[in-house]
């Protein structure tokens, strides 16, 4: 996956922001084309890399890594 452009790193920035400060849910809209695919693909690896500093052996770390081939396959979407 390629940069992302300034305004999909601000919206994963807003995101980070709003997860960090207590928002359990975070809604993302954004106009067909504009790279939403890309912009949540960061968001779960930044997700994923920080559940992984919290501890080596998180439920959501193993949930991933099982359904890497499947989400990688886009057999998930």
Known sequence: ???????QQKL???VRKSLTTGYKRVLVQSPAGS???ATMAEIAKKLLNA?????????????WLKQRPLLNA????
């Open 35 to 37: 790279g939403k695919t």
């Open 51 to 63: 559940a992984t500093e919290c501890c080596s052996s998180c439920t959501a770390k193993k949930l």
């Open 74 to 77: 886009g057999a998930l979407i």
């Open 1 to 7: 996956m390629g940069k992302l452009r300034v305004y």
């Open 12 to 14: 994963v920035d807003q």
